[in-house]
């Protein structure tokens, strides 16, 4: 671990940052150090402007995703590296808003059906079962599932409260299916490479379009759909929509 980057955990440390900030935000750095082949602290305002100018114009990345990488970068300088200023400036493109076209419990269920991996099967599952967005789905630790009850809390969802939400009979048993051939411990969903850490939110994404492919649906989306398509099939049940 190079001086810099424990600098940067220690201030982020400080600064009270939840683990999930904590390595979205080294992760955008490394990604920074990796495009000029050389330390962060070596940069000058200028390279940063061309830097962000990629990000948007060539990579396209999504607003959200650049924020990201703007907060990140901000945060290295301004409060590890102690520039005075940070002049940067993030030109975003507007988008329109689209809703995900929405999928129907039968290709739902194609779509899960379409996935091999007990993991990657109970990862979608869970998603689609409880409504989650991808960062809570792969934040998940084994001792957030209250089988007993039916229950899952899902920790530090949009405005850092945590939620209670119901499982299905069926939901349930996929997922202590998983666990028994797998034992995960702490995180439900580890990483494969570092086992110590959770899914990067990239591979349920990948998973989604793969398993979409492979079961022949072409509606648009990306695995967004599948919360949204929760929150459409509750209503349909009768569910209150502030219960969802």
């Not at 666990?179 to 990948?206: A, C, E, G, N, Y």
Request: charged share 20%; net charge positive; proline share 6%.
């Amino acid at each position: 671990m190079t001086p810099l980057r424990q600098t940067m955990i220690q201030a982020m440390c400080q600064h009270g940052f939840s683990p999930r900030t904590q390595q979205s935000y080294l992760y955008v750095v490394t990604e920074l150090a990796r495009y000029y082949r050389r330390s962060p602290d070596q940069l000058q305002v200028d390279d940063l402007q061309v830097y962000f100018n990629y990000l948007v114009q060539e990579r396209a990345l999504s607003p959200a995703s650049c924020r990201l990488y703007l907060h990140g970068i901000r945060f290295l300088y301004l409060q590890v590296l102690h520039w005075a200023h940070f002049d940067v400036t993030l030109v975003l493109p507007k988008r329109p808003q689209r809703i995900p076209e929405l999928l129907t419990r039968q290709e739902v269920a194609r779509l899960l059906s379409a996935v091999s991996y007990p993991k990657h099967q109970a990862l979608l599952s869970i998603i689609y079962g409880c409504g989650l967005r991808v960062s809570e789905a792969v934040a998940l630790q084994v001792k957030d599932v209250d089988g007993e009850r039916s229950l899952l809390r899902v920790d530090q969802g949009k405005g850092a409260k945590d939620r209670m939400v119901p499982m299905a009979p069926e939901l349930l048993r996929l997922l202590r299916q998983y666990w028994r051939v797998r034992r995960p411990m702490p995180w439900l969903f580890p990483s494969d490479l570092l086992p110590d850490r959770h899914l990067h939110i990239t591979t349920p994404q990948k998973v989604y379009h793969q398993a979409k492919s492979a079961s022949g649906i072409h509606k648009g989306g990306g695995i967004h759909a599948l919360r949204h398509a929760y929150a459409t099939h509750q209503l349909e049940q009768g569910v209150a929509l502030h219960e969802l």
